[in-house]
């Protein structure tokens, strides 16, 4: 062993599993009680070893989540002078700045109680944004999961797919995206509204998908409001085939059928967030980060 524990919180215990494999470290489990009040009741197997790896998502139901992981990491740090927190789907990563006046930035907040907890480090895959690193006071490492989720395209063998980003803000995604695949890519404008949360795509029309297949990059899919809207315009300017491809896939409220029915063929998602499209395992990029 290399002096190095992996515990892996209820959310993450499989990529956690993984995750110990790959770094040769010891594995400790942890169980959940929820409580009738909704409080969560955490114990862990074992007492860790060594240098410690707290590895939990913050997905639905994310306070939860979010408290379960602060725990982890305060029980570590009892035997650790150094904790590393992998939260591989970084739960209000979108709430990284105040768009309306008087709205609260709560990934500030949750930057302190990840630090006070104990955690000396944080790592995370495709965090919404990079402007929430800032917020952290402790180091905080972003690892892509665009070269795993590109790979995996390969197996799907479509035609000269291109790439899209539902929106202006993940362009970069989508050219990290295709120079790996080896394609072009393209933007679309959306507009949502800050209100009622509602999008639009505001891209008028579009030769250059015409016959081709798509892949559509996106760093998270919530309702699935923005690939539904996508997938209706493209499917408008007379693409081939549609794929979406997504690092944290939370699907929301019937999302993926949602999707499906706008004329999806295939939806691909990493094990950040475990369920019926998380195909692709980040295990070995996060080993790397570590
Ligand atoms: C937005 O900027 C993000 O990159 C995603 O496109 C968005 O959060 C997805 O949310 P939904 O699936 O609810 O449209």
Same mark, same amino acid.
């Given at each position: 062993?290399?002096?190095?524990?992996?515990?892996?919180?209820?959310?993450?215990?499989?990529? #956690?599993?993984?995750?110990?494999? =790959?770094?040769?470290?010891? *594995?400790?489990?942890?169980?959940?009680?929820?409580?009738?009040?909704?409080?969560?009741?955490? &114990?862990?197997? %074992? =007492?860790?070893?060594?240098?410690?790896?707290?590895?939990?998502?913050?997905?639905?139901?994310?306070?939860?989540?979010?408290? +379960?992981?602060?725990?982890?990491?305060?029980? $570590?740090? +009892?035997? #650790?002078?150094?904790?590393?927190?992998?939260?591989?789907?970084? @739960?209000?990563?979108? /709430?990284?700045?105040?768009?309306?006046? @008087?709205?609260?930035?709560?990934?500030?907040?949750? $930057?302190?109680?990840?630090?006070?907890?104990? %955690?000396?480090?944080?790592?995370?895959?495709?965090?919404? !944004?990079?402007?929430? $690193?800032?917020?952290?006071?402790?180091?905080?490492?972003?690892?892509? %999961?665009?070269?795993?989720?590109?790979?995996?395209?390969?197996?799907?063998?479509?035609?000269?797919?291109?790439?899209?980003?539902?929106?202006?803000? @993940?362009?970069?995604?989508? #050219?990290?995206?295709?120079?790996?695949? @080896?394609?072009?890519?393209?933007?679309?404008?959306? /507009?949502?509204?800050?209100?009622?949360?509602?999008?639009?795509?505001?891209?008028?029309?579009?030769?250059?998908?015409?016959?081709?297949?798509?892949?559509?990059?996106?760093?998270?899919?919530? &309702?699935?409001?923005?690939?539904?809207? %996508? &997938? /209706? *315009?493209?499917?408008? +300017?007379?693409?081939?085939?549609?794929?979406? #491809?997504?690092?944290?896939?939370?699907?929301?409220?019937?999302?993926?059928?949602?999707?499906?029915?706008?004329?999806?063929?295939?939806?691909?998602?990493?094990?950040?967030?475990?369920?019926?499209?998380?195909?692709?395992?980040? !295990?070995?990029?996060?080993?790397? $980060?570590?």
């Amino acid at each position: 062993m290399s002096g190095i524990t992996v515990i892996g919180g209820k959310s993450s215990d499989i990529l #956690a599993k993984k995750l110990a494999k =790959k770094l040769n470290a010891s *594995f400790v489990s942890s169980e959940v009680k929820i409580f009738p009040d909704g409080e969560s009741k955490i &114990t862990i197997s %074992a =007492k860790p070893k060594g240098k410690v790896i707290v590895v939990n998502s913050t997905y639905p139901p994310v306070d939860s989540n979010l408290i +379960q992981t602060l725990s982890l990491i305060s029980k $570590a740090r +009892q035997s #650790a002078r150094d904790v590393i927190c992998v939260i591989p789907y970084m @739960g209000y990563a979108r /709430q990284d700045r105040e768009f309306l006046p @008087g709205e609260i930035v709560t990934l500030s907040v949750i $930057a302190k109680l990840l630090s006070s907890a104990g %955690a000396s480090k944080i790592i995370v895959v495709d965090m919404h !944004s990079m402007l929430g $690193a800032e917020l952290f006071k402790i180091p905080i490492k972003n690892v892509s %999961a665009v070269p795993e989720l590109a790979n995996y395209l390969k197996k799907l063998k479509l035609k000269n797919p291109i790439v899209i980003s539902p929106d202006l803000g @993940g362009k970069e995604r989508a #050219a990290e995206f295709a120079k790996f695949y @080896g394609t072009d890519y393209i933007a679309l404008k959306k /507009q949502r509204d800050r209100k009622t949360g509602k999008v639009r795509i505001m891209t008028n029309n579009l030769d250059d998908v015409k016959g081709r297949d798509l892949v559509i990059v996106d760093d998270m899919i919530s &309702t699935g409001g923005s690939i539904v809207k %996508a &997938t /209706q *315009f493209l499917k408008k +300017q007379k693409c081939g085939k549609i794929v979406v #491809a997504c690092t944290h896939a939370l699907l929301i409220n019937n999302a993926e059928k949602k999707i499906k029915n706008a004329g999806v063929s295939a939806i691909f998602s990493a094990n950040t967030i475990p369920g019926s499209t998380s195909l692709v395992d980040v !295990s070995g990029i996060i080993a790397k $980060a570590i």
